[in-house]
T-cell receptor, first 114, second 116 residues
């Protein structure tokens, strides 16, 4: 049982390049989330999904897109990266009926945009 | 909408001393409250949570927190810290029931440093 995994662990992009971050969970959780973590700002919710095929905007969605084609995967895309998107990105999942609102986090992806 | 304020960005403590990390929240609805810990270069791990019932909540690694509705606080405490408690601690709130309960709002984090 790997829990929540994220690919890649590190990435450096040039301004304007695109990339996709992959999150996978093997706990059969319904809900999945993408956060970004910046110094002094805690974690901020980018997008989330309450089930396969559904997504919704969080607090800071601009410049990002997401897809949830399979229940176990949640993809975060950056179409045209900007230096302001330099951050550590965390994926999380939860099962409302089982784990009483606890979110399980992946190890993070450190992204640098130059 | 909910918000969370962690009153200290950094807390240095000597080993075996007690520690309190302060968290205040604001919300117009009933809330669920959480403390997460992040060890260096790792993801977040749940320490403890308050959903309902007893206002004193015990978590892992000897931590506990007390929910105070009148003061809208959820401070984290440990009576005697260890070097291994060095980490960043995040307080988080979610809004009551339904899908809102699944959206966490985090505080800015408190970096706890334990000195020998």
């Amino acid at each position: 049982n790997a829990g929540v995994t994220q690919t890649p662990k590190f990435r450096v992009l040039k301004t304007g390049q695109s990339m996709t971050l992959l999150c996978a969970q093997d706990m059969n959780h319904e809900y999945m989330y993408w956060y970004r973590q910046d110094p002094g700002m805690g974690l901020r919710l980018i997008h989330y999904s309450v089930g396969e095929g559904t997504t919704a905007k969080g607090e800071v969605p601009d410049g990002y897109n997401v897809s949830r084609l399979k229940k176990q995967n949640f993809l975060l895309g950056l179409e045209s990266a900007a230096p302001s998107q330099t951050s550590v990105y965390f994926c999380a999942s939860s099962a409302p009926r089982l784990a009483a609102y606890e979110q399980y986090f992946g190890p993070g992806t450190r992204l640098t945009v130059t | 909408a909910q918000s969370v304020t962690q009153l200290d960005s950094q807390v240095p403590v000597f080993e075996e001393a007690p520690v309190e990390l302060r968290c205040n929240y604001s919300s117009s609805v009933s809330v669920y409250l959480f403390w997460y810990v992040q060890y260096p270069n790792q993801g977040l791990q749940l320490l403890l949570k308050y959903l309902s019932g007893s206002t004193l909540v015990k978590g892992i690694n000897g931590f506990e927190a007390e929910f105070n509705k009148s003061q809208t606080s959820f401070h984290l405490r440990k009576p005697s810290v260890h070097i291994s408690d060095t980490a960043e601690y995040f307080c988080a709130v979610s809004g009551g029931g339904g899908q809102g309960a699944q959206k966490l709002v985090f505080g800015q984090g408190t970096r706890l440093t334990i000195n020998p």
